[in-house]
């Protein structure tokens, strides 16, 4: 069996190759030049074209390619370009600033950035910074120096036989430590976990899905692309989502996948009802807890039950709701097959049944570690290839795996991961702050949303839509918290370490 991820993929596409593989209907009223939708064989020829160009550009096998760009089909062209020629992807969240894409490009070392035209200027200087690094561009519609030269070249690069263990894509995840990390995919791991989706929500090539979720997240890049790519489903692509847009095309549709934040949006819209989505065969949810109340609202309104599956970047899907059978609120379901999860004790021992431990994963779908980053890939692993999720979990005597927690100081706001440790150091580091606690709190749409606690130094004075606007002159938008509150001092426990589990109590209903 053919293991290159971009085999498997072109040999799941149906053997009509016209048929239409992707629609951008954010581009049908653009007008001529501006095409909205594409087939199969436009989908392989566009890749050979790209993967091409990449090469005359001097990439070799194994060559980082940096992707930040909008949301667009040509995107998505590149990401299988990548596959198709062994090169490896490397998305960028379209939210990072400059310093944090230039800690990334310094890392992990690209040969090529692709970026937004709109930022090319701020991309060279990176690229002066560490030599060696090409830019080009590609906006929202296709257009930009990459579009125009990957017009010129021809698209004839025969697939590269990528093996198993083949390096497929590099995702940046922030870690306790504030410094991201790039884990490491590989084709195996990908093919691996994007089969076994497949199967286990029963995609054929009939399935539409409905595509609103970014590309450079492994959920939008990775779960929804390759579970329908592998299944030869058409899908309808959404620039980002809306839902009123995505109520529109919801009747073309059969599935659908979203962060919470997506279906408390839908249930908040009056345009959202029974028969919009009566036809439709599958609801997923996941990269954050879906809050039971959703789950329920959700069911009350449509008559569906949201199908919750729990992953993470390193990982990717490790559990998930029966497609077949109950799909419990609250839970995160079962191990897909070819993955095994335990859950474990302080002292390294399994749980009991309902006793609650930390999560390790292990199987295919498991990465090979952190890029460059040895060490952080030994300390994540446990002996026998087990990998230390961070996250707390218990199983119950029906088998659903329950999440109640993260180990990791993590926040999940709108879908988005924040490590409050990256923002407290940029906090910490103002002149006039002596230190700082962010923690998570709950937000109506945003799920959860940062706090920053924060300690002036003696006779400082600094407020808080000035220290707000300072963090967001330096990182994205998401990771901003929500608010800052200005205090005398941190409560600490008797080893000295705050007591963040006080403030999130104290700041509760601060978002709500
Ligand atoms: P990421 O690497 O960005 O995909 O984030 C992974 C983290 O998201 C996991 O370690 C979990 O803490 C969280 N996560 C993903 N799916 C779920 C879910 N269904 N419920 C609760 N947390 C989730």
Redesign the pocket.
Known sequence: MATSLYTLIAHSFPDDRRLVAIEAPDRANLGKGFRSSWSFADLESNAARYASLIADLGLKRGDRVAVQVEKSPEALFLYLACLRGGFVFLPMNTAYRTDEVDYLVGNAEPSLMVCDPAREEEMLVIARKYGGMQVLTLDGLGRGSFGEAAGRVRDAHPPVDCASADLAAI?Y?SGTTGKPKG?MLSHGNLAANGLALRDAWAFTEHDVLLHALPIF???GLFVACHTALLSGARMIWLARFDSDQVIRHLPEASVFMGV?TFYTRLLDNPAFTRDVVAHMRLFT??????LAETFDEFKARTGLAIL???????TGMNTSNPYEGERRAGT?GFPLPGVEVRVMTDEGAECATGEIGDLQVRGQNVFSGYWRMPEKTTEEFAEGGWFR???VAMIDADGYVH?VG?A?D?I?SG???VYPKEIEGLIDDMPEVLESAIVGVPHRDFGEAGIAVVVLNKGASLDEDTLLGRLKETVANYKVPKHAAFVESLPRNTMGKVQKNLLRETYRDACR
């Open positions: 995702l995840t884990a997240h492994a959920h919470p949810s996941g990269s954050a807890p879906l919750e599956r729990y992953g993470m970047t390193e995160v999720t961070g996250d999440l993260r990791k993590l999940i879908g988005f991961n």
